[in-house]
């Protein structure tokens, strides 16, 4: 399968989850995620606003103002395939865009330096163990990661977990994926 029909395939299994095993697994990676060394030693963490078949990340930003961190989200620019990350302070602070996603009014929140943030929460369908993915099909996150230096994280169900993701040359990996069962560091096969 190419990467089309796996995405289309993998966003259907999502999609056919039950709202107790979605609920469920979305505790438990949550709980994963605030338990890593990613997570604690970060001060300030890019992630996106979840849309329904996609794990909630509602609980993790909450949980990041609880714990005094910045949280940054992302506003699309679909003529550059670009993104720029708004540090949130609100959900209030949250308008309807392109693609019908949630990001930061400009005007409510403040642009924030891609270097400054040290952990990005990647979102993706699939993954492998070296870290590549298959996401959405925009390249936005493969774009914003090339000259990123801080680290980078997603969030993995083990039904999402494949042996080989298909690659392109400017495919880039995430240097840690967690899933329900484990937390594991892909980012040095790739220095």
Known sequence: MDKKELRIASIKRLKNLSSAKKQRT???????????????????????????????????IEAGWEQQKSICVPKCFPDQKKLVFYELESFNHLVVAHYSLLEPNPEMCKAVNKDSMDLMIVPGILFDRNGFRIGFGGGYY??????????????????????????????????????????????NRYN
């Open 26 to 60: 979305e505790e438990i990676l949550t709980t994963q995620l605030l338990s890593s060394s990613a997570w604690q030693n970060a001060e300030k963490i890019g992630i996106t606003i979840a849309q329904g078949f996609e794990w909630a990340t509602k609980p993790i």
């Open 142 to 187: 493969d774009r914003f990661l090339k000259d990123y230096s801080g680290k980078s994280i997603s969030l993995c169900s083990k039904d999402q977990l494949v042996d080989n993701i298909p690659r392109q040359p400017f495919d880039l990996p995430v240097s840690t994926v967690v899933t329900e069962d484990e937390i594991f560091e892909t980012f």
